[in-house]
């Protein structure tokens, strides 16, 4: 038998594990029609895998499973007190557990039993779990623990979330498109938080996303994939679930970020049409579809979806990986477009009917440094991407309101909506205002200088480490006394200590407000 037979022999074995219990009869009894010889070979690697439990048309056998991994109300693991098993799949069962030490409720995952035996792939799901728990992005579940049960069973610790999966939410029917692309967006972040990392997901899928009551949207199961996928890889095989696998991860090929694009991608279909992608009992179904009818697909829906949304779907479901998304980021970008536009074509709706004419057509002069303070306050929700929504954004506000609300949109729940507002409107309004009114002195002339909010913010920062509190009412003073910057940094800088604070004070503003001496 040579290499490539292996090969595809190993492919329709892993197919067959994927496949749910309930389909895999149906799954085999398709093969055996289409190839006896290849059938009979897979059968023989489930009977000798000891996660199967199948009937094959003649005979029914069932695996024995190592109790160590089953467990029941009361029994205790470690530190963790078992409550009961919340959920079971391909890649282990989990358990909802009480930490008797911290007094919090976790989630348990033990691993299926064939990545116990292998001590290879022991060390490197140590290796990847360990990557996988750095990363911290309030889109990620993150891993607390990896541990080990006395008789070698591998488990790792997650937080357990109260809500759903995306796949239960599916189930329910399609999404709005709105809804779906906030969905998409939170998921988006998660996996661009892990690319930065060096960590590709490769598992992207319903069921390894969770939606939680209180919490946003969490991507599961970061660093277990991998070790499965890498696993096989060196077989020139991967598995996952199919209907998600993009064609280059089908094809056994390398893989980088862009698998994970096209499986959301794949996921967003599914949230908007209620259905999967790809549906198929077998996997030379799903191969025809993923390698050969991808576009035919995203044709046939082209009409009921809006533009922008096709267009994301479009890009990230290409089959060339050299034509998607280059990267989650540049998805991301796209998906908040999408979102701009589905917002601002509802309120245009709601609020102004089929007319716009009500719309600003004049743009703010925004000064830089407060682009850059608005951008810092969406850091740590959007990351890197948010500078560059904050300019786009920018150039078509006509106000802070119009900027606010366009930069709210993008915002995936309404909690972060609403916390940006209230941050918009308690750090930022102040710096776009006005300056504020010169005095008239009794000889006509005015009193004081003009300075901008954002100018005092500059010297107050600079002075308040040496002056503390009273140093906003110092500048303030001084301002209406004063004819000049000049003037007023050489009569702040006298409220310094020594000569050297007091010179370092100046040199900075000259800097700071491009002045010479």
Known sequence: ?????????????????????????????????ENPHLHQEVIALLKADTQSKIWDGEEFFETKINRSNIFTAGDEVGCYRIIGQIGKGGMGVIYKAHDKKLQRDVALKFLPVTMNSDMSIRQRFLAEARAASRLDHPHICVIHDVSETPDGQLYITMPCYAGETLADRINRGAILPIEAIDIAIQVALGLSCAHVNNIVHRDVKPSNIMLTENSGVKVLDFGIAQV???????????????????????RGEHVDARTDVWALGVVLYEMLMGRQAFPAKALP???????????????????????????????????NVEHRYEN???????????????????????????????????????????L?????????????????????????????????SKLADTLPEKNSRDQFIKQMKSQISAFTSPPAPRTIKTDGSLAGIE????????IEQALIGHLGPITQALIKRHISEVSSLMQLFDTLAHHLDNEADRQTFINKMLTVFEMKK
């Open 285 to 319: 179904d799903i191969l025809q579809s993923v390698l050969d009818e991808t576009g035919s697909i995203l044709e046939i829906i082209s009409e009921t979806l809006p533009e922008s949304i096709y267009q994301v779907l479009k890009t990230a479901m290409t089959r």
């Open 1 to 33: 038998m040579n290499e490539t037979e292996l090969e595809k022999i190993q492919t329709y074995f892993e197919a067959a594990l994927a496949v749910p219990e309930e389909s895999r009869q149906v799954f085999l009894a398709e093969l055996r029609s």
């Open 451 to 458: 300075i901008s909010t954002i100018q005092l913010a500059e």
């Open 372 to 404: 850059d303070k608005i951008a810092a306050l969406l850091l740590p929700t959007l990351g890197p991407i948010a500078s560059r929504l904050v300019t786009r954004n920018a150039k078509i506000a006509a106000d802070l309101d119009e900027l606010s």
């Open 228 to 250: 499965e996928d890498n696993h096989l890889t060196q077989t020139g095989v991967s598995i996952g679930t199919l209907a998600y696998m993009s064609p280059e991860q089908l």
């Open 328 to 370: 989650m980021d540049t998805m991301l970008e796209a998906l908040y477009d999408a979102r701009t536009m589905l917002a601002t074509s509802s309120q245009t709706a709601s609020r102004y009917g089929t007319s716009i004419a009500q719309k600003k057509m004049r743009c703010y002069q925004w000064d830089e440094q407060v």
